[in-house]
């Protein structure tokens, strides 16, 4: 294209900002315009991210809506949950196309959302126009849209593990359990006691056990999909690796299928999708397998004995979880290729 989308990035010095840059630079369709910071406006963004020295050289831009307006198209915001509440709804009415990667628009109660993040609510009317952008489920309203709110994390690699079977009615709804572990970059780059080296290190814990903010958006999706309220255990546990989120899931099925059955119904809903793979029976996906990439991995085991299906699915918890899946959320809302900038092979070993 002869004029490039003018891309601005609203917290730009945490894990999720920075991977969108590193993505954003290499698309073919993007200028990044402005990187955002309301805690190091003036700074060069390479003093908090040598890595980034003399690829990009930009100072940090402060938060301010008019110049965000004359500078950029698209803006994404990459900022703690509570921030997007009252800035995303300026950005909107600015004329901007927005992109939420915090948790502020994704669930549609605003009483759900009070009680599981603690911060007040966005006003109702924003979080209706606020599309749920997981790509390969909802595609088609991600399309045209200008108001994006990007999944988290943990939801991202469970519900694309669940989709299939909760649209098809395939299980019980009152079984499903899961077991989700995180590399250390999903809590951000902010200082912390559960990340300190000499507490991860060595070490593998669960945390926010029957109070993890991801679990109503798990709910709320699936209740959609299924068609009725769904209700779940969700336990979350972090691991001492950088990257990388592992979903075990374990469902009851509402009558008797084969292995076979499944993994065919899984591979037809995700035909065309690019980023989804389905692993062949007997085979099992791994973090690093995903590790850098837009990938999401799925296998699965049925078991006779119990008549339970098992389904792992990993991802890469800053790119699949965060930061690709916004890109790749661009892509579908501009009309162009979802896997434009996307489309380069994990990183192995």
Known sequence: MSTKLRAAIIGSTGYGGVELIRLLLMHPNVAITSVISSSSAGAPIADGYPHLNQILTD???AVDVDLIREKADVVFLATPHGVATELAPKLYDAGLKVIDISGDF???????????YKHKPADAAYVEKAVY???????????GASFISNPGCYPTATLLGLAPLAASGWIDLKSIIADAKSGVSGAGRGLSLLVH????????????????QHTPEIEQVLGRLAGEDVVMTFTTH????TRGILSTIYVNLKETRSEDDIRELYRSYYEGRPFVRIRDKGKYPATKE??????????MSLDPRTGRLTIISVIDNVVKGAAGQAVQNLNLMMGWDEATGLAFTPVYP
């Open 59 to 61: 100072k940090l831009d």
């Open 197 to 212: 080296y000499a507490e991860i290190n060595e070490n593998f814990l669960a945390y926010k056990v029957n109070k993890h």
């Open 238 to 241: 972090l691991v001492p690796m």
């Open 106 to 116: 994704r669930l549609k109660s605003g009483e759900v959302y009070e009680a599981w």
């Open 133 to 143: 952008g997981l790509a390969e489920v909802f595609g088609e309203e991600v399309k």
């Open 290 to 299: 995903v590790w850098g990439s837009n990938y999401c991995d799925i296998g």
